[in-house]
Each structure stands twice: as structure tokens, then as C-alpha cells.
């Protein structure tokens, strides 16, 4: 076996030691990243509902993601186009709030992603049923997804696919709100500090309230490392990461906020 970096074209030939006239080659071959976490509906990576989306969304990407067989889960109900011969979703999973209403929304991240779908679904993967389906918020204007339900069942949980148009990829936020859910207790961006961005190798927090863990992923949504903190200020050693960009995940009272750093 052969290992090659993710984004090497490579060329695959099989020789026949009988007949060297007679071998086989393939075409290019082409991984450019490996599949998100998320990458299949049994995955998903769960957000917590909040009161809007700017404080709900988190920082996802569909880069590296896997085409699905239609024959196990059917291509989107909306916004399909390009989906059945390559389409590249990733997963979510948000409960329900008791008000029963739920708005699931995608928007700008980096750029690198401009349009996407979204699918909601009640159920399990096994028998997933659509209750909610979204090309543009606004045709022309906005082509990320907005899904707002009404009439849900308190508690229960609901899956979210979010794909490319056309099979495009990228970063890109998507976050579950709604208004019932405002003055809930949310972590508070204001009195949140991290620095130095990029960092070289000691990523420094602080926050008014105590943080009790700090988690940090690939932009793929693979965990790199986790510590528990318990503290309001805290360093958090990223010198063993290779160059990139990650997500860190800084709990507080039941509150995450998610953040992108570079590490240089």
C-alpha cells in the first residue's frame, strides 16, 4: 500500500506480469479531503437551538463529503440539481423547544460556499419523512436555506441535511432558532476573548463566566484534542497541530460558542 496527501491526483495502473501489453489503467484519482464527521445521516452533529441564528450557528463544511446512494436515502426533495450523480451532504440533529416552532438556517461562512440546500426530516435515518425543504431564502438575492416549522412536537429531534447546489462545496454556518428562546441564558459574546488569532502555539482565553472545557476540530469536524478548563481564563496548547484552520468549541454553563482559528 501506497500513501499519498489528500489532493494528489493519482493514476492507478495494474500490470500483467504475462503480457505487458495487457495492463489496466484507471483515471485520475483524486481525494482532495477526507469525509466530515457528519458525513452520513447516522452522525450528525447536534447544535443547540438558540433565540437567533447569529448566536445559534456554527461553522460547518461539506468539503471531502461522500456521495449518498439514492437507493438508501432519495436525493433532496428541493434544490436537487447536480445532486443524484455527485451530490456532497453533511448532517445535523437539533431538538425541538417547547414553543414547537423551529427555524433551521445556512449563511456565509468564508465564501467558499454560495449556495446551498437544506432538507429537514422527522424520524430516523431508516425511515426518514420530509417536513421541510429550501433552495434560496431569496431567489436571485440570498441562495442560502431557510426551513422555519411550525406545529413540532416539544423534544423531539430533527435531522438536517445541507448540501452544495450543483455540487458546490465549502464552509458555511448553519444554526436552529427560535424567538421563544430569546433572553434564555446565552454565552455573551462581549466579555469572550481569544487571542492571538492566528496563533503560533498557546491559544489564550477568557470569559466572564467560568468555561469548563474547550474542544478543538478540523474544519472536516474531526476532534484534534479536548481539556477540561474550569476556570475563566485559560491556555490552551495548539503546537502539536499542523498548520490550518480549526474550530474551537468553548463551553460555559451549558453554552458553546464556536470559534475559528488559524494556526500558523
Not at 495492463?23 to 450528525?44: E, G
Not at 467558499?112 to 431569496?138: K, R
Not at 468555561?211 to 474531526?222: A, K, R, T
Request: net charge negative; aromatic share 8%; with cysteine.
Amino acid at each position: 500500500m501506497v500513501s499519498y496527501a489528500n489532493n494528489t491526483p493519482v493514476i492507478i495502473t495494474i500490470a500483467n506480469s504475462a503480457d505487458s501489453d495487457c495492463t489496466l489503467t484507471s483515471p485520475v484519482q483524486n481525494q482532495v479531503a477526507c469525509p466530515p464527521a457528519n458525513d452520513s445521516c447516522d452522525a450528525p452533529i447536534a447544535v443547540t437551538a438558540a433565540g437567533d441564528f447569529e448566536t445559534a450557528a456554527i461553522v460547518a463544511s461539506n468539503v471531502g463529503a461522500t456521495h449518498v446512494d439514492p437507493s438508501i436515502i432519495p436525493a433532496p426533495s428541493c434544490a436537487a440539481n447536480g445532486f443524484p450523480a455527485n451530490g456532497k451532504d453533511v448532517w445535523f440533529s437539533v431538538v425541538v423547544p417547547e414553543s414547537g416552532t423551529l427555524t433551521l438556517e445556512t449563511g456565509n461562512d468564508d465564501g467558499t460556499m454560495t449556495d446551498t440546500g437544506l432538507e429537514v426530516f422527522s424520524g430516523t435515518c431508516d425511515a426518514l419523512t420530509v417536513i421541510g425543504c429550501n433552495d434560496d431564502i431569496q431567489i436571485f438575492v440570498d441562495s442560502f436555506s431557510r426551513v422555519a416549522l411550525t406545529g413540532l412536537t416539544p423534544g423531539d429531534t430533527l435531522l438536517a441535511r445541507v448540501y452544495g447546489y450543483n455540487t458546490a462545496v465549502g464552509s458555511f454556518r448553519f444554526g436552529a432558532y427560535d424567538a421563544s428562546l430569546l433572553g434564555v441564558s446565552s454565552f455573551d459574546g462581549a466579555t469572550f476573548k481569544a487571542y492571538p488569532n492566528p496563533v503560533t502555539n498557546v491559544l489564550n482565553l477568557s470569559y466572564s463566566k467560568n468555561i469548563s472545557n474547550v474542544e478543538i476540530f478540523n474544519i472536516l469536524g474531526q476532534q484534534m484534542t479536548t481539556k477540561t478548563i474550569n476556570a475563566n481564563q485559560a491556555q490552551v496548547d495548539m503546537s502539536m497541530l499542523a498548520a490550518g484552520t480549526y474550530l474551537v468549541k468553548v463551553t460555559s454553563d451549558n453554552q458553546v460558542k464556536t470559534i475559528k482559528v488559524v494556526k500558523q
